[in-house]
């Protein structure tokens, strides 16, 4: 979950009248920001041309712009690579580069603005990126009982957090440790909305909404594979996380992923979505959140001001300064906030089965010994990892500065 150091990319130097200008250009921007270690590259149509930003570390930044005249050149040579239709610029499309710079492939998606089309195009990781759970910067305890879970036969385990947030890393990790443990004796599916990365000794297969093939149908007939191990790339819905959690309570160990702000919330957002507390409560084996903060670089220095810690319980906190090395950000790389909640803690089941209210599951998490994603960020911020504007930045501000661990 590291990214390696950017640099401000060396555009194109030929003319734009050139008629390789935009192959020359996509060309470059692709591989700088696939170098600079970017997950995003956005090309933004404007008034004065076409600009380019890449998301570093979590964060948007401005590295380019070409000029107007040759802007839907440049979105149309993507769209050629993507397999897209170059004579609609009226409506949003979406498609694959495949088999470009090596194994690694990448999403495009086109969408009409005023000035014209927009494309960001997602980079996905290559096939050689975090290979382990060991690798992903995950704390100890929480890597020593995914393990531990993996193991099992049946059950849920659940990656929560936002979009961007690492947990489909997390999840290939999780898959390409049980390829290890297994030794080819188990039966291991996917089900994904994109296939990001393929997984040697893991049958993966990617849903086709278009042609009828959704995750609830493509998870049904996926049950009658003999699988052992199902991963499904994301809930989205009722049908699906119903599908999901059936499938954890007769015989095989489910992997999912879903959007929600905590490991609590996760719980009661498949709640409120109408998955039955006893399902629930008897099929969830662990629920994981993660969050991205980016890491201070070398150069930060200590912060003497009281305002510093912007209100949170620290007693020391490093200020960014910015170098060569993090291309003047002051920050280089990025760490993971997790938690792990488990529903066998005290009373955590119970107020899963009573329908409790997520604030409460997680206080009685906490309770049981749960580090919460803000007590792993205090931590962070003390030992100099980060700083609170960045903990701030992606959790938000807590509801108990004072007593939240």
């Given at each position: ?23 020359d ?13 970017a997950?995003?590259?956005?090309l ?21 712009l ?9 979105v ?27 194994d ?59 979009a ?9 990790a ?157 920050y ?12 066998e ?23 049981a ?30 509801r ?6």
């Amino acid at each position: 979950m590291l990214s390696r150091t950017p640099k401000p990319p060396a555009m194109s130097s030929t003319d734009p009248a050139h008629p390789r200008f935009a192959t020359d250009y996509v060309d470059k921007v692709l591989s700088d920001a696939r170098q600079a270690g970017a997950s995003d590259v956005h090309l933004i149509p404007a008034a004065e041309g076409l600009e380019s930003y890449w998301r570093v570390d979590g964060t948007l930044r401005r590295v380019g712009l070409a000029p107007s005249s040759v802007a839907s050149n440049i979105v149309a040579r993507l769209k050629v690579m993507a397999e897209l239709l170059t004579y609609r610029n009226d409506i949003p499309q979406e498609g694959r580069i495949r088999g470009v710079q090596g194994d690694v492939e990448m999403r495009v998606s086109t969408f009409p603005t005023l000035f014209g089309e927009k494309a960001v195009i997602r980079l996905f990781s290559s096939a050689d990126t975090h290979q382990r759970l060991d690798d992903l910067g995950l704390p100890d305890e929480i890597v020593q009982t995914l393990k531990r879970q993996l193991g099992e036969t049946g059950g849920a385990i659940v990656l929560s957090g936002p979009a961007g947030s690492g947990k489909t890393t997390t999840i290939y990790a999780c898959l390409r440790e049980l390829v290890r443990m297994s030794d080819g004796r188990r039966s291991l599916t996917t089900l994904e909305d994109p296939i990001e990365v393929a997984l040697s000794g893991v049958a993966q297969s990617q849903v086709n909404p278009a042609a009828g093939f959704d995750l609830e149908m493509g998870l049904r007939s996926l049950l009658r594979q003999d699988p052992e191990v199902i991963a499904v790339g994301e809930i989205r819905d009722k049908a699906t996380a119903e599908v999901a959690f059936q499938a954890s309570l007769t015989g095989h160990l489910v992997m999912t992923t879903f959007h929600a702000g905590s490991a609590a919330e996760a719980v009661g957002r498949l709640l409120d979505m109408g998955i039955e507390p006893y399902v629930l409560r008897s099929g969830l084996r662990v629920v994981v959140s993660q969050r991205l903060a980016r890491k201070l670089c070398e150069c930060a220095v200590p912060d003497p001001s009281p305002q510093a810690a912007l209100g949170l319980p620290v007693a020391q906190v490093l200020r960014p300064v910015g170098c060569n090395r993090c291309a003047g950000t002051g920050y280089c790389g990025r760490i993971v906030l997790a938690e792990l909640l488990d529903p066998e803690a005290n009373g955590v089941g119970r107020a899963i089965l009573e329908r409790q209210e997520v604030h409460r599951i997680e206080a009685l998490a906490v309770e049981a010994g749960m580090v919460s994603r803000w007590g792993r960020a205090l931590v962070a911020i003390g030992e100099g990892r980060t700083t609170p504007a960045e903990a701030i930045r992606v959790l938000g501000l807590p509801r108990n500065r004072s007593t939240d661990r």
